[in-house]
């Protein structure tokens, strides 16, 4: 204790420093834009506000009890919740959420992006401590240019990459001990932490640290080669452990079919030479969507004494080619397209490029750390010469650089680069020539690298802010208590499994915050067998799936999934929907024909040909062979700024002239009575971007993006036979190429009856989290078709012994019943949860043997010393 009250006494203000000063510098950018706990605008930008701030409330949910932590009905029909948590979520800091109501989630995760920042400073400052012999001042300095490094503050919105940024400098110091000690404790639980909370991130920092281990073996090879078979023993340790986690998330990524990108490039597209120059300089800021340059910047004064560790003859020439190799290593992954891709999973990044770029930027910190350990009076002319050759080649970057690639150089830039070069020069001449003054240079010292720390966070997150644009509150609550208030409402009428889904929701995440079961869900962990079979059915999940949107099918699948609600500002125009409350904006409409989770069929359902699309799967079910869609055609009434081109079945729309004037036609169709119609506007299953749509009726108008949501576009339900005009209006594109339209009919009648005949077959389920359970009596033996998507941790017992599932189209649950009385279980845990546990367990006790032996054996060995 009393060792520990001395460490505070020496060390406090230096780890308070690395603590808060990052987070007040963030806190006075965002300030400065109007950000800050309770204000108008928020830290929610790109995915922050799309993703993240849904999928923190759901796990706030979970922390109180209201889910499953296991599986979570919440989007896309149902999902295996851990897979999604362990990329998304998982964090020590994301706990956080539990003091905050989900309506205070933007401020909650204000104070965990503060939180991890800080955290940042502190663990590189544990790491200088007890790396170098150099004065508190320079271990702060370096610890806030850690914290506050380029890739932090561009890459801020994405909160689930931070936490690799906190345990690196663990790691590094948790390897050193390794080697020098053989004490694998600190490395073990930094590693392990690390796994479980974002694989992702996680392999990028773990082959990293094992070829900056093998790096650092190699730079005396006699003292550390005793130390290989520690590191890797706790290493393999550490990762089995974390198959807790990491095994379910590997075996889900596998089963939903995730490939990886092939490579058709050697030389990775759209950089330039001086991408790691320019990028070097403060408050530069290009992009953080398609093209950008890495984000490396980590500060002046470290890159001055990086640059010396290789210049300075103090340094051995063996050591300056093994660490600047592993940094060549680095910047060539950036310009080398497979070894980019590599560093990221083989998968190209959606924006957010080079998310390794981190690392080149924390070697940079640990080699200036070495450097500045080595730096004597007598270097000043060294380093003066590294300040002059560093203007010249920011000089030679203006100069010579392409402006077009280039663009976001500004002026301010530049002349503050080389003013801060001059003025660290400046005060190191007049600390180390004029001992009298050397306090004084080093607290003016601290105050400049914080100076530039600021400008550089501030410059970048207004570069956000243009590029992104921070989110108003009022984005987020406007309508969240109108929202929270139907669904709990629809919640409190039902005491059995339903469906809802807003038709004017704030994201495609929403129903993850307000806990409600729906379908559209936006996220990089997905059942993509699901997906693409909805897809097939209507809704819009295109290419690798990462989106599947509810918005623009028809009610025939509204009842088959049921979806028992509706959302909407205005009546959505769909039979069988009737309003049954309202609060604020917002209406909730009830759907009566919504189906159950199950229903009864027999292994005819199987074949594709009965379950390849909507009419096939509803006939089969409902075993009514007439037909309850059928096509009619469109006819032109008039269009305006608009040329029309068909092709075999497709239509090419295009403007008639370059003016601001959108495109729109307008049709006539005639609806027979008691139809729901639908406006087909295909784009196909490829089509990446084709602009914007507003179809509109009278009293009834529709739009969406075409190329991101479903193909039927309501135009009402008429009770009467009628003729409609139909306009369509496209905007954002000059040409837009789809399917040749034409309007579906559904018939309500016929519709009706199959519901009917399904709804005597129907079986209810009891759904408690990750556990669903029926009673069901057949006279035969059935099969139970099922909406649960398909998943291998799925398990079925009936009347208590395991049966096989098989599924539909690899998709949705089915179960074959025999005749009789019999109770239905299904039962859910991630598959390689259970190995993962066993996994953990013997990992966790072989290594608390292996610490205990490593222990008894440097004691030993330290007493042998004192001898």
């Not at 790691?276 to 340059?293: E, Q, R």
């Not at 010292?445 to 921070?470: K, P, S």
């Not at 904006?585 to 027999?602: F, R, V």
Request: with cysteine; hydrophobic share 45%.
């Amino acid at each position: 204790m009393q060792q520990w009250k001395l460490f505070i006494k020496r060390n406090g203000w230096a780890i308070a420093f690395s603590f808060f000063m990052p987070m007040i510098i963030m806190a006075v950018g965002y300030y400065k834009l109007g950000i800050y706990p309770t204000s108008d605008r928020t830290v929610l930008a790109s995915d922050g506000f799309g993703q993240l701030i849904n999928f923190y409330s759901g796990f706030n949910n979970v922390l109180h009890g209201k889910q499953s932590f296991f599986y979570t009905w919440t989007g896309s029909l149902g999902l295996n919740f851990v897979s999604l948590m362990s990329y998304y979520v998982n964090s020590l800091f994301s706990f956080l959420v539990f003091f905050f109501d989900n309506i205070h989630m933007p401020d909650a995760m204000y104070m965990i992006l503060l939180t991890k920042i800080g955290t940042m400073g502190v663990t590189f400052w544990v790491y200088a401590h007890n790396t170098y012999r150099l004065p508190q001042w320079t271990k702060v300095a370096l610890s806030l240019c850690y914290a506050l490094m380029g890739f932090t503050i561009a890459y801020s919105v994405m909160l689930m990459w931070m936490d690799a940024l906190i345990y690196l400098p663990l790691v590094l110091l948790g390897i050193q001990r390794v080697m020098e000690k053989k004490r694998p404790v600190l490395l073990f639980i930094v590693y392990f932490l690390l796994f479980v909370t974002n694989y992702y991130m996680a392999f990028m920092v773990g082959f990293f640290s094992f070829l900056y281990f093998l790096v650092s073996v190699l730079t005396d090879w006699k003292r550390y080669k005793c130390s290989i078979i520690p590191y890797f023993t706790t290493s393999l340790l550490a990762g089995g452990a974390s198959m807790l986690i990491i095994l379910p998330s590997i075996i889900d990524l596998k089963m939903n079919g995730e490939k990886t990108d092939t490579i058709n490039t050697l030389f990775t597209r759209d950089l330039g030479m001086w991408d790691f120059i320019v990028k070097s300089m403060p408050g530069v800021y290009d992009t953080s969507k398609y093209g950008s340059a890495p984000f490396i910047y980590v500060g002046l004064f470290p890159l001055l004494f990086f640059i010396f560790y290789f210049v300075s003859k103090k340094i051995s020439l063996k050591n300056k080619l093994l660490y600047g190799s592993l940094v060549l290593f680095l910047i060539a992954s950036v310009y080398i397209q497979p070894l980019n891709l590599f560093w990221q999973g083989l998968h190209s990044p959606n924006m957010f490029l080079f998310r390794f770029s981190f690392l080149y930027s924390a070697l940079l910190l640990v080699l200036a750390g070495r450097g500045l350990e080595k730096f004597e009076k007598k270097d000043l002319n060294i380093l003066g010469n590294i300040a002059l050759a560093l203007i010249g080649i920011f000089v030679l970057a203006m100069i010579i650089s392409n402006k077009k690639r280039y663009w976001y150089i500004t002026q301010e830039s530049i002349i503050l680069t080389f003013v801060l070069l001059l003025i660290y020069l400046f005060l190191f001449i007049a600390k180390n020539k004029h001992n009298k003054f050397a306090k004084v240079c080093s607290v003016l010292l601290l105050a400049v690298v914080c100076g530039e720390a600021f400008f550089n966070t501030n410059q970048m997150i207004r570069g956000i802010d243009q590029e992104w644009g921070y989110k108003y509150r009022e984005q987020y609550t406007k309508s969240y208590k109108d929202i929270e208030a139907l669904v709990n409402k629809s919640k409190n009428a039902n005491d059995s499994f339903y469906r809802l889904e807003n038709m004017d929701a704030i994201s495609r995440t929403d129903s993850f915050n307000y806990d409600y079961s729906g379908i559209t869900m936006f996220s990089s962990i997905r059942n993509r067998h699901s997906s693409q079979y909805l897809s097939q059915l209507g809704y819009r999940s295109p290419g690798t799936n990462l989106t599947i949107m509810y918005q623009n099918n028809t009610i025939l699948m509204d009842d088959l999934l049921g979806v028992k609600y509706n959302l909407a500002k205005k009546d959505p125009k769909k039979y069988g929907f009737k309003k049954i409350a309202t609060q604020g904006e917002y209406s909730l409409y009830e759907n009566k024909a919504a189906l159950p989770l199950g229903m009864l069929t027999d292994k005819g359902i199987y074949e594709e040909k009965n379950n390849n699309n909507q009419t096939s799967l509803i006939q089969y079910l409902s075993e009514i062979k007439e037909p309850i869609f059928q096509y009619t055609g469109l006819n032109e009434v008039s269009r305006n700024n608009m040329h029309i081109r068909e092709v075999g079945e497709a239509t090419y729309f295009s403007e008639e002239s370059n003016t601001d004037e959108a495109q729109s036609i307008t049709w006539e169709v005639s609806v027979p009575e008691a139809t729901q119609a639908y406006l087909k506007l295909d784009v196909g299953e490829l089509a990446n971007d084709m602009g914007n749509v507003k179809v509109s009726v009278p009293g009834h108008e529709v739009s969406s993006s075409l190329a991101q949501t479903g193909a039927y576009y309501n135009i009402g339900y008429y009770e009467k036979a009628a003729k409609v005009k139909v306009t369509a209006t496209f905007t954002g594109k000059s040409v837009v190429a789809m399917i040749r339209p034409s309007v579906l009919i559904l018939k309500t009648k016929s519709l009706d009856q199959a519901i009917e005949k399904i709804k005597k077959k129907e079986v209810s389920f009891k759904v408690k989290g990750n556990h669903v359970q029926t009673a069901i009596s057949t006279k035969k033996e059935q099969v139970i078709f099922t909406t649960i998507p398909y998943d291998q941790g799925w398990q079925a017992k009936i009347d208590g012994r395991t049966v096989k599932i098989e599924a539909v189209q690899d998709a949705l649950i089915a179960i074959k019943v025999p005749k009789g009385e019999h109770t239905i279980q299904l039962t859910y845990y991630p598959k390689g949860m259970k190995l993962g546990a066993i996994l953990f367990a013997i990992c966790l006790l072989f290594f608390s043997l292996y610490a205990y032996y490593c222990q008894k054996k440097y004691h030993v060995q330290e007493k042998e010393k004192s001898k």
